[in-house]
Protein backbone atom coordinates (compact mmCIF):
# COMPACT_ATOMS: atom_id res chain seq x y z
CA UNK A 1 0.00 0.00 0.00
CA UNK A 2 3.30 2.15 -0.18
CA UNK A 3 2.01 3.66 -3.87
CA UNK A 4 -1.65 4.32 -2.43
CA UNK A 5 -2.57 7.80 -1.03
CA UNK A 6 -5.87 9.36 0.49
CA UNK A 7 -6.53 12.73 -1.45
CA UNK A 8 -7.24 16.01 -0.63
CA UNK A 9 -11.25 15.58 -1.07
CA UNK A 10 -11.15 12.49 1.43
CA UNK A 11 -9.45 14.82 4.26
CA UNK A 12 -11.71 17.73 3.19
CA UNK A 13 -14.94 15.27 4.09
CA UNK A 14 -13.43 13.73 6.90
CA UNK A 15 -12.59 17.21 8.67
CA UNK A 16 -16.28 18.04 7.47
CA UNK A 17 -17.73 14.86 9.52
CA UNK A 18 -15.32 15.40 12.62
CA UNK A 19 -17.04 19.05 12.83
CA UNK A 20 -20.23 18.29 12.64
CA UNK A 21 -19.65 15.43 15.39
CA UNK A 22 -18.17 18.09 17.96
CA UNK A 23 -21.69 20.10 17.03
CA UNK A 24 -23.57 17.42 17.58
CA UNK A 25 -21.95 17.16 21.32
CA UNK A 26 -24.83 19.96 21.52
CA UNK A 27 -27.29 18.62 19.21
CA UNK A 28 -27.61 15.17 19.48
CA UNK A 29 -30.28 14.90 17.07
CA UNK A 30 -27.22 15.13 14.46
CA UNK A 31 -25.34 12.44 15.93
CA UNK A 32 -26.67 9.00 14.07
CA UNK A 33 -26.55 10.92 11.04
CA UNK A 34 -23.17 11.83 11.07
CA UNK A 35 -22.07 8.77 12.27
CA UNK A 36 -23.55 7.14 9.08
CA UNK A 37 -21.82 10.13 7.45
CA UNK A 38 -18.54 8.50 8.83
CA UNK A 39 -19.45 4.93 7.97
CA UNK A 40 -20.26 5.75 4.38
CA UNK A 41 -17.29 8.05 4.02
CA UNK A 42 -15.23 5.02 5.14
CA UNK A 43 -16.99 2.41 2.91
CA UNK A 44 -16.28 4.27 -0.22
CA UNK A 45 -13.29 4.58 0.44
CA UNK A 46 -12.74 0.94 0.80
CA UNK A 47 -14.19 0.87 -2.17
CA UNK A 48 -12.22 3.08 -4.21
CA UNK A 49 -9.00 0.84 -2.92
CA UNK A 50 -10.80 -2.06 -4.70
CA UNK A 51 -11.29 0.21 -8.20
CA UNK A 52 -7.79 1.32 -8.42
CA UNK A 53 -6.43 -2.23 -7.32
CA UNK A 54 -8.89 -4.19 -9.31
CA UNK A 55 -7.16 -6.62 -12.33
CA UNK A 56 -6.92 -5.01 -16.05
CA UNK A 57 -8.98 -6.32 -19.02
CA UNK A 58 -5.87 -8.01 -20.27
CA UNK A 59 -4.62 -8.95 -16.86
CA UNK A 60 -1.80 -6.72 -17.44
CA UNK A 61 -0.88 -3.51 -15.73
CA UNK A 62 -4.10 -1.21 -15.33
CA UNK A 63 -2.48 2.02 -16.54
CA UNK A 64 0.82 2.15 -18.48
CA UNK A 65 3.33 5.25 -19.53
CA UNK A 66 6.23 6.29 -21.05
CA UNK A 67 8.33 9.08 -22.09
CA UNK A 68 9.42 9.78 -25.71
CA UNK A 69 11.88 11.72 -26.80
CA UNK A 70 14.95 11.88 -29.17
CA UNK A 71 18.06 10.20 -28.60
CA UNK A 72 20.08 13.98 -28.06
CA UNK A 73 18.12 17.22 -27.41
CA UNK A 74 19.53 20.35 -29.39
CA UNK A 75 21.26 23.20 -27.26
CA UNK A 76 19.42 26.47 -27.29
CA UNK A 77 16.41 24.66 -28.72
CA UNK A 78 12.85 23.74 -27.71
CA UNK A 79 12.93 19.60 -27.80
CA UNK A 80 9.70 18.15 -28.04
CA UNK A 81 8.82 15.28 -25.13
CA UNK A 82 5.94 13.56 -25.70
CA UNK A 83 4.06 11.45 -22.45
CA UNK A 84 1.89 8.18 -23.29
CA UNK A 85 -0.85 6.93 -20.64
CA UNK A 86 -2.83 4.41 -21.72
CA UNK A 87 -5.71 3.32 -19.32
CA UNK A 88 -7.05 -0.48 -19.20
CA UNK A 89 -8.93 -0.23 -16.09
CA UNK A 90 -13.37 -0.40 -16.85
CA UNK A 91 -13.66 2.89 -16.09
CA UNK A 92 -12.19 6.28 -16.87
CA UNK A 93 -9.21 7.72 -14.78
CA UNK A 94 -7.87 11.24 -13.45
CA UNK A 95 -4.61 11.58 -14.11
CA UNK A 96 -1.40 13.78 -12.48
CA UNK A 97 2.03 12.71 -14.24
CA UNK A 98 5.20 14.17 -12.62
CA UNK A 99 8.43 13.59 -14.91
CA UNK A 100 11.48 13.54 -13.07
CA UNK A 101 13.66 15.79 -15.47
CA UNK A 102 17.27 16.65 -15.26
CA UNK A 103 18.14 19.13 -12.37
CA UNK A 104 19.97 21.38 -14.87
CA UNK A 105 16.59 22.91 -16.15
CA UNK A 106 15.41 23.74 -13.01
CA UNK A 107 11.61 23.30 -13.34
CA UNK A 108 9.18 22.64 -11.27
CA UNK A 109 6.28 22.96 -13.35
CA UNK A 110 6.25 19.30 -15.06
CA UNK A 111 2.74 18.33 -13.51
CA UNK A 112 0.40 17.36 -15.87
CA UNK A 113 -3.05 16.81 -15.59
CA UNK A 114 -5.24 14.71 -17.77
CA UNK A 115 -8.39 12.58 -18.31
CA UNK A 116 -7.85 8.95 -19.71
CA UNK A 117 -11.15 7.22 -20.76
CA UNK A 118 -11.43 3.26 -20.51
CA UNK A 119 -9.52 1.49 -22.68
CA UNK A 120 -8.42 4.43 -24.42
CA UNK A 121 -4.52 6.13 -24.93
CA UNK A 122 -4.04 9.80 -23.86
CA UNK A 123 -0.55 11.47 -25.33
CA UNK A 124 1.05 14.45 -23.34
CA UNK A 125 3.25 17.09 -24.81
CA UNK A 126 5.54 19.45 -23.77
CA UNK A 127 8.97 20.96 -24.84
CA UNK A 128 12.76 21.17 -23.22
CA UNK A 129 14.74 23.71 -23.62
CA UNK A 130 18.70 23.19 -22.26
CA UNK A 131 20.92 26.00 -22.51
CA UNK A 132 24.29 23.82 -21.73
CA UNK A 133 25.46 21.10 -23.68
CA UNK A 134 26.60 17.87 -21.69
CA UNK A 135 24.60 14.99 -20.40
CA UNK A 136 21.55 15.12 -18.79
CA UNK A 137 19.91 12.56 -17.04
CA UNK A 138 16.30 12.06 -16.39
CA UNK A 139 14.49 9.90 -13.78
CA UNK A 140 10.98 7.64 -13.42
CA UNK A 141 8.21 8.67 -14.69
CA UNK A 142 5.38 8.95 -11.81
CA UNK A 143 1.87 8.98 -12.78
CA UNK A 144 -1.18 9.50 -9.85
CA UNK A 145 -4.29 7.55 -10.62
CA UNK A 146 -7.26 8.60 -9.26
CA UNK A 147 -11.14 6.40 -9.81
CA UNK A 148 -14.27 8.42 -10.08
CA UNK A 149 -14.79 8.52 -6.96
CA UNK A 150 -11.61 10.43 -6.57
CA UNK A 151 -10.73 9.86 -2.56
CA UNK A 152 -7.26 8.08 -3.07
CA UNK A 153 -4.91 7.47 -5.53
CA UNK A 154 -2.56 5.16 -6.55
CA UNK A 155 0.96 5.97 -7.41
CA UNK A 156 2.77 4.18 -10.91
CA UNK A 157 6.10 4.50 -11.52
CA UNK A 158 7.49 3.89 -15.23
CA UNK A 159 10.67 3.51 -16.90
CA UNK A 160 14.21 3.94 -15.96
CA UNK A 161 16.80 6.27 -15.15
CA UNK A 162 18.17 7.36 -18.83
CA UNK A 163 21.18 9.53 -19.57
CA UNK A 164 20.03 11.94 -22.97
CA UNK A 165 23.42 13.91 -24.07
CA UNK A 166 22.50 17.69 -24.94
CA UNK A 167 24.00 18.59 -28.65
CA UNK A 168 24.41 21.72 -30.59
CA UNK A 169 21.52 22.60 -32.00
CA UNK A 170 20.71 20.54 -35.19
CA UNK A 171 17.63 21.02 -34.71
CA UNK A 172 18.14 24.73 -36.09
CA UNK A 173 20.48 22.91 -38.36
CA UNK A 174 17.73 20.94 -40.22
CA UNK A 175 15.46 23.26 -40.34
CA UNK A 176 17.83 25.75 -42.20
CA UNK A 177 19.08 23.12 -44.34
CA UNK A 178 15.27 21.85 -45.55
CA UNK A 179 14.69 25.78 -45.93
CA UNK A 180 18.02 25.85 -48.23
CA UNK A 181 16.84 22.52 -50.15
CA UNK A 182 13.48 24.08 -51.11
CA UNK A 183 14.60 27.81 -51.69
CA UNK A 184 13.14 29.40 -48.80
CA UNK A 185 16.22 30.41 -46.98
CA UNK A 186 14.16 34.00 -46.61
CA UNK A 187 11.43 32.49 -44.74
CA UNK A 188 14.32 32.67 -41.99
CA UNK A 189 15.14 35.93 -42.16
CA UNK A 190 18.27 35.27 -44.92
CA UNK A 191 18.22 38.12 -47.39
CA UNK A 192 17.94 37.43 -51.18
CA UNK A 193 21.50 38.48 -52.65
CA UNK A 194 21.73 40.17 -56.29
CA UNK A 195 24.16 37.63 -58.39
CA UNK A 196 26.78 39.86 -59.36
CA UNK A 197 30.42 38.89 -61.80
CA UNK A 198 30.69 36.02 -63.66
CA UNK A 199 31.15 33.20 -60.74
CA UNK A 200 27.65 31.86 -62.12
CA UNK A 201 27.27 28.69 -64.53
CA UNK A 202 24.44 27.61 -66.47
CA UNK A 203 23.37 23.95 -64.70
CA UNK A 204 19.94 22.71 -65.83
CA UNK A 205 16.54 24.06 -66.21
CA UNK A 206 13.82 23.50 -63.52
CA UNK A 207 10.45 23.99 -63.00
CA UNK A 208 9.56 27.21 -60.92
CA UNK A 209 9.08 27.10 -56.83
CA UNK A 210 8.04 30.01 -54.83
CA UNK A 211 10.88 32.44 -54.07
CA UNK A 212 12.64 32.02 -57.39
CA UNK A 213 14.15 35.07 -58.58
CA UNK A 214 11.54 36.19 -61.84
CA UNK A 215 14.57 36.94 -63.79
CA UNK A 216 15.80 34.08 -64.39
CA UNK A 217 12.62 32.19 -65.87
CA UNK A 218 12.59 30.78 -69.51
CA UNK A 219 9.89 32.32 -71.47
CA UNK A 220 10.77 30.11 -74.35
CA UNK A 221 10.95 27.39 -72.70
CA UNK A 222 7.39 27.72 -70.35
CA UNK A 223 6.00 28.49 -74.07
CA UNK A 224 7.34 25.47 -75.17
CA UNK A 225 5.93 23.44 -72.32
CA UNK A 226 2.66 25.55 -72.83
CA UNK A 227 2.19 24.21 -76.04
CA UNK A 228 2.18 20.44 -75.20
CA UNK A 229 -0.49 21.56 -72.43
CA UNK A 230 1.76 21.93 -69.65
CA UNK A 231 1.23 25.56 -67.96
CA UNK A 232 4.11 25.38 -65.64
CA UNK A 233 6.80 28.22 -65.44
CA UNK A 234 10.76 26.84 -65.65
CA UNK A 235 13.63 28.61 -64.98
CA UNK A 236 17.26 28.66 -65.20
CA UNK A 237 18.83 27.20 -62.78
CA UNK A 238 22.59 28.31 -62.17
CA UNK A 239 25.73 26.89 -60.26
CA UNK A 240 27.93 29.00 -58.24
CA UNK A 241 31.90 28.42 -58.26
CA UNK A 242 32.15 25.44 -56.03
CA UNK A 243 34.77 23.57 -53.70
CA UNK A 244 35.71 26.84 -52.17
CA UNK A 245 37.23 26.13 -48.27
CA UNK A 246 34.80 27.84 -45.56
CA UNK A 247 36.21 27.60 -42.38
CA UNK A 248 34.61 28.49 -38.67
CA UNK A 249 37.58 29.36 -36.17
CA UNK A 250 35.56 29.41 -32.95
CA UNK A 251 37.58 31.18 -29.74
CA UNK A 252 36.69 29.58 -26.54
CA UNK A 253 38.74 32.15 -24.04
CA UNK A 254 37.32 33.78 -21.35
CA UNK A 255 35.36 36.49 -23.73
CA UNK A 256 32.84 33.96 -24.76
CA UNK A 257 31.89 32.73 -21.75
CA UNK A 258 29.13 36.04 -21.28
CA UNK A 259 25.55 34.82 -21.17
CA UNK A 260 22.68 35.88 -22.92
CA UNK A 261 19.43 33.95 -22.64
CA UNK A 262 20.79 31.89 -20.58
CA UNK A 263 23.14 30.56 -23.54
CA UNK A 264 26.91 31.57 -23.41
CA UNK A 265 28.60 33.27 -26.64
CA UNK A 266 30.36 29.80 -27.18
CA UNK A 267 26.95 27.74 -27.43
CA UNK A 268 25.71 31.04 -29.74
CA UNK A 269 28.77 30.40 -31.96
CA UNK A 270 28.63 26.58 -31.77
CA UNK A 271 25.16 26.66 -32.84
CA UNK A 272 25.69 28.76 -35.53
CA UNK A 273 28.83 27.51 -37.31
CA UNK A 274 27.06 24.07 -37.59
CA UNK A 275 24.28 25.87 -40.02
CA UNK A 276 26.93 27.77 -41.41
CA UNK A 277 28.86 24.88 -42.38
CA UNK A 278 26.01 22.75 -43.62
CA UNK A 279 24.78 25.48 -45.92
CA UNK A 280 28.26 25.45 -47.32
CA UNK A 281 28.10 21.59 -47.95
CA UNK A 282 25.04 22.44 -49.43
CA UNK A 283 26.27 25.08 -51.96
CA UNK A 284 29.22 22.76 -52.55
CA UNK A 285 31.49 24.18 -50.93
CA UNK A 286 34.17 22.28 -48.40
CA UNK A 287 33.65 22.94 -44.71
CA UNK A 288 36.37 23.13 -42.08
CA UNK A 289 36.25 24.05 -38.38
CA UNK A 290 38.60 24.80 -35.58
CA UNK A 291 38.61 26.09 -32.00
CA UNK A 292 41.10 27.47 -30.23
CA UNK A 293 41.77 29.44 -27.21
CA UNK A 294 45.19 29.49 -25.21
CA UNK A 295 46.38 25.92 -27.03
CA UNK A 296 44.65 24.71 -30.15
CA UNK A 297 41.63 22.18 -28.90
CA UNK A 298 40.47 20.83 -32.19
CA UNK A 299 41.03 21.14 -36.52
CA UNK A 300 38.47 19.54 -38.64
CA UNK A 301 40.06 19.96 -42.17
CA UNK A 302 37.93 21.62 -44.54
CA UNK A 303 35.78 18.64 -46.50
CA UNK A 304 32.34 17.59 -48.66
CA UNK A 305 31.93 13.80 -47.89
CA UNK A 306 29.47 11.79 -46.50
CA UNK A 307 29.46 11.79 -42.61
CA UNK A 308 31.34 15.61 -42.57
CA UNK A 309 28.77 17.12 -40.59
CA UNK A 310 28.23 14.25 -38.16
CA UNK A 311 32.16 14.71 -37.70
CA UNK A 312 31.59 18.69 -37.36
CA UNK A 313 28.50 17.72 -34.58
CA UNK A 314 30.91 15.49 -32.73
CA UNK A 315 33.65 17.88 -32.37
CA UNK A 316 31.81 20.98 -31.22
CA UNK A 317 29.73 18.66 -28.77
CA UNK A 318 33.32 18.37 -26.57
CA UNK A 319 33.87 22.16 -26.55
CA UNK A 320 34.16 24.37 -23.19
CA UNK A 321 35.42 27.68 -22.49
CA UNK A 322 38.28 28.80 -20.92
CA UNK A 323 39.67 31.22 -18.24
CA UNK A 324 42.54 32.23 -19.61
CA UNK A 325 43.20 34.52 -22.61
CA UNK A 326 43.40 33.68 -26.04
CA UNK A 327 46.33 33.36 -28.14
CA UNK A 328 45.74 34.79 -31.53
CA UNK A 329 49.22 34.50 -32.48
CA UNK A 330 48.89 30.47 -31.81
CA UNK A 331 45.92 30.88 -34.11
CA UNK A 332 47.88 32.88 -36.85
CA UNK A 333 50.71 30.24 -37.23
CA UNK A 334 48.32 27.18 -37.29
CA UNK A 335 45.98 28.73 -40.20
CA UNK A 336 49.52 29.27 -42.01
CA UNK A 337 51.08 26.05 -40.93
CA UNK A 338 47.48 23.93 -41.75
CA UNK A 339 45.12 26.28 -44.11
CA UNK A 340 47.77 26.71 -47.72
CA UNK A 341 44.24 27.10 -49.96
CA UNK A 342 43.04 30.84 -50.16
CA UNK A 343 39.75 30.24 -48.26
CA UNK A 344 37.08 32.00 -46.02
CA UNK A 345 37.57 32.09 -42.33
CA UNK A 346 34.72 32.91 -40.16
CA UNK A 347 36.20 33.96 -36.58
CA UNK A 348 33.72 33.65 -34.04
CA UNK A 349 35.09 36.16 -31.12
CA UNK A 350 34.07 39.02 -28.80
CA UNK A 351 35.59 41.98 -28.66
CA UNK A 352 34.39 44.78 -25.98
CA UNK A 353 37.19 47.23 -25.95
CA UNK A 354 39.29 48.86 -28.82
CA UNK A 355 42.43 48.13 -26.66
CA UNK A 356 41.19 44.80 -26.69
CA UNK A 357 41.18 44.53 -30.80
CA UNK A 358 44.40 46.38 -31.55
CA UNK A 359 46.07 43.53 -29.01
CA UNK A 360 45.17 41.19 -31.32
CA UNK A 361 44.89 43.43 -34.62
CA UNK A 362 48.24 42.52 -36.47
CA UNK A 363 47.68 38.90 -36.19
CA UNK A 364 44.02 39.16 -37.83
CA UNK A 365 46.10 41.76 -40.58
CA UNK A 366 47.79 38.77 -41.51
CA UNK A 367 45.04 36.44 -41.51
CA UNK A 368 42.94 38.79 -43.88
CA UNK A 369 46.25 39.18 -45.72
CA UNK A 370 46.42 35.44 -47.10
CA UNK A 371 42.19 34.86 -46.21
CA UNK A 372 39.06 36.30 -46.57
CA UNK A 373 38.51 37.28 -43.09
CA UNK A 374 35.19 37.28 -41.45
CA UNK A 375 35.44 38.82 -37.65
CA UNK A 376 32.40 37.96 -35.83
CA UNK A 377 31.24 39.76 -32.83
CA UNK A 378 28.36 40.85 -30.50
CA UNK A 379 26.46 43.49 -29.55
CA UNK A 380 25.64 43.32 -25.76
CA UNK A 381 21.63 43.44 -26.47
CA UNK A 382 21.34 43.91 -22.51
CA UNK A 383 23.18 47.35 -22.56
CA UNK A 384 21.12 48.32 -26.11
CA UNK A 385 17.49 47.83 -23.71
CA UNK A 386 19.51 49.73 -20.67
CA UNK A 387 19.93 52.34 -23.75
CA UNK A 388 15.92 52.80 -24.52
CA UNK A 389 14.83 52.99 -20.93
CA UNK A 390 13.85 56.59 -19.73
CA UNK A 391 16.45 58.03 -17.10
CA UNK A 392 14.66 58.68 -14.19
CA UNK A 393 17.46 59.68 -11.45
CA UNK A 394 21.08 60.89 -11.74
CA UNK A 395 22.30 57.39 -11.23
CA UNK A 396 20.12 56.38 -14.38
CA UNK A 397 21.68 58.90 -16.40
CA UNK A 398 25.31 57.94 -15.32
CA UNK A 399 24.94 54.36 -15.87
CA UNK A 400 23.71 54.83 -19.44
CA UNK A 401 26.69 57.45 -20.18
CA UNK A 402 28.84 54.45 -19.45
CA UNK A 403 26.44 52.33 -21.11
CA UNK A 404 26.78 54.38 -24.38
CA UNK A 405 30.56 54.36 -23.71
CA UNK A 406 30.69 50.78 -24.26
CA UNK A 407 28.29 50.78 -27.10
CA UNK A 408 30.61 53.10 -28.95
CA UNK A 409 33.65 51.32 -28.48
CA UNK A 410 31.30 48.61 -30.14
CA UNK A 411 31.58 50.87 -33.36
CA UNK A 412 35.13 51.97 -33.07
CA UNK A 413 35.77 48.89 -33.44
CA UNK A 414 33.86 48.38 -36.53
CA UNK A 415 35.59 50.94 -38.32
CA UNK A 416 38.77 49.86 -36.86
CA UNK A 417 38.44 46.50 -39.00
CA UNK A 418 37.25 47.94 -42.20
CA UNK A 419 40.29 50.81 -41.96
CA UNK A 420 42.77 47.52 -42.51
CA UNK A 421 40.32 45.73 -45.20
CA UNK A 422 38.75 43.22 -42.47
CA UNK A 423 35.24 42.40 -43.10
CA UNK A 424 32.90 42.40 -39.58
CA UNK A 425 29.82 41.60 -38.07
CA UNK A 426 28.29 43.41 -35.19
CA UNK A 427 25.72 41.13 -34.42
CA UNK A 428 22.65 40.27 -31.44
CA UNK A 429 23.50 36.53 -30.15
CA UNK A 430 20.24 35.89 -30.69
CA UNK A 431 20.32 37.12 -34.93
CA UNK A 432 23.98 35.71 -35.28
CA UNK A 433 23.29 32.62 -37.29
CA UNK A 434 20.87 34.45 -39.76
CA UNK A 435 23.27 37.19 -40.29
CA UNK A 436 26.33 35.19 -40.41
CA UNK A 437 24.33 33.08 -43.57
CA UNK A 438 23.87 36.46 -44.84
CA UNK A 439 27.47 37.21 -45.20
CA UNK A 440 28.53 33.79 -46.04
CA UNK A 441 25.71 34.02 -49.34
CA UNK A 442 26.86 37.67 -49.68
CA UNK A 443 30.43 36.87 -50.18
CA UNK A 444 29.90 33.89 -52.62
CA UNK A 445 27.38 36.11 -54.72
CA UNK A 446 30.34 38.91 -54.85
CA UNK A 447 32.83 35.93 -56.04
CA UNK A 448 35.14 36.89 -53.27
CA UNK A 449 35.54 33.04 -52.82
Known amino acids: MKSFFLTLRFFLLLLAVVVGLVVAFFLPALLVPLQLALGLLLVLTLLDILLLYAPARDGAGPVFGRRVMGEKLANGSDNDVAIYLENQYRFPIRTETIDEIPVQFQRRDVLFKATVPAGQTTVIHYQLRPVKRGEYHFGFLNVFVRSPLGLGQ?????????????????????????????????????????????????????????????????WKATARRAGTGTDTLVVNHFQDERAQQVYCLIDKGRVMRMPFEGLSLLDYAINATLVVSNIALLKHDKAGLITFADRLSAIVPAERRAGHMQKVLEVLYKQRTKYLETDFELLYSNVKAKIRQRSLLILFTNFETLNGLQRQLPYLRRLAKDHLLLVVFFENTELQQFLTQPAATTEDVYNQTIAEKFAQEKRQIVRELQRYGIYSLLTPPQQLTVNTINRYLEFKSRGLI
Open 154 to 218: RRFRFGQEQMVPVYPSFLQMRQYELLAISNRLTEAGVKRIRRVGHSMEFEQIRPYVPGDDPRTIN
